[in-house]
């Protein structure tokens, strides 16, 4: 019997309510880090409204959880598929170890929701929509949502570095506890990054690899396509993230790769392309040691510092290396929230400024193993969705581009880009026929 003659017209009712509150939190997270942060320290509590979106999720998963218990027989196909199963193995280790703690602190169930949450999107979105199904036609509908996300967001970057005033954001209960209300670089106050409602110019950053990605395939129209590309183009700018900005760069390579295919790396234009491209990045690299602007931009350094290096460029790499060390010195981890971003609410941060290395330090090298072989499983089947799907190849390129940005910033902790990407993922994944997803991974 086909599994789903299993599902009841009220099971349906009841999945659609699940994927609708998911794809409710799908459209708020963007702004989040704005309204959390006014709504928290206006109304309170503050803890409360910045960890909202977390519970609905949570509550979410388990009426899911509930739902596939009661069907046995459905959860079962559905828990065996090689993706899930990696998950379920990653999150059971992650909380095997968090749990092996002496005792039970802030930190570590903030990382459990930081380390988690994506996790629990994408089982949500995979799971409702592998037995509902969802049109072409929707996926057209997210594009253009992510179109006006775009076009809004960015607008308010530019505003943001150039005619806001620096403390405009402190009305809305910005500052010292919760987000910094101005973002600069290397201390100059004339060198403003954006970060629109996010919690980060690099959040910021690393979000528009998703409209880049977007704009990259026929999802739109041409002249949208063409609107969307330049403001993403603009938004990794203006929000000063160089990983973001590398990440960007490898989006695009890919997508001519996907288009063209190899053979186009034979041809004259590739050839003449690639060395023009070789030519413009050393002018870049010989301007950037020599004109002030353009240092700030590409080295994040003044001309009053030592070196080009100096400041966030060597910090980066001295604090991977940190990282790295205690991995070595605990390879079997130290819980999730004993580093990374949710280790800010301990009295002892560990941050790696690496997503990988961090993912080490907290599951261990086992649970690093577990997550990469996760991931890889997720591309592998958005890169099979990806011959039918333009959806599925839009999130395939811009999680290329993620993880690439993933070895300077701890990528998937921000809450925007994690639900959006694996949320979306999981309904691109559920395209793929019953059979083949088993097949794929």
Known sequence: MAIQQLITRRDRTFLDIIR????????????????????????????????????????????????????????????????????????????????VMPQPTTEMTVGLAFGLRHICMFCIMF???WFLGSGHEWRRKVARVILWVTVVLVTLGIIQVTVAPADVLTQFGYGPDTIAPVSIIDDNSAARRAFATMRGPNDFGAFMLVPLAVACVSLLSRRQRIVLALFAAVGLF????????????????????????????????????????????GVMLAG???????RLIVFHSSPTDSHLTEGSTDQHWQRTMIGIENVIHQPLGCGLGCAGPASFYSDSPSISENYYVQIAEEAGVIGLVLWVTMTVLVMKALYWVSRCDELARSLYLAGIGIAVVGFWLHVWGDITLSLVWWGLAGIAMAELPKLEVAKVA
Do not use: N
Request: proline share 3%; hydrophobic share 60%.
């Open 20 to 99: 609708g509150c998911a794809l409710g939190v799908l459209l708020l997270t963007p702004f989040y880090g704005f309204w959390s942060t006014w709504l928290g320290s206006s109304i309170g509590p503050l803890w409360l409204w910045k960890s909202l979106l977390d519970i609905v999720v949570a509550l979410l998963g388990l009426a899911l959880i509930a739902w596939l218990v009661i069907h046995r027989t459905i959860s079962r196909v559905l828990v065996h598929q090689p993706i899930v199963l990696t998950m379920i193995t990653f999150a059971a280790l992650a909380l095997i170890v968090t749990e």
């Open 238 to 281: 203006i929000s000063g993230s160089r990983s973001a900005m590398i990440g960007g760069i490898v989006v695009v390579i890919m997508a001519v790769l996907l288009q063209h295919g190899m053979q186009l790396l034979r041809s004259r234009r590739a050839i003449g392309m690639t060395l023009a491209g070789v030519i413009a990045a």
């Open 288 to 294: 950037a040691m020599t004109i002030p602007t353009l």
């Open 127 to 129: 799971g409702t929509s």
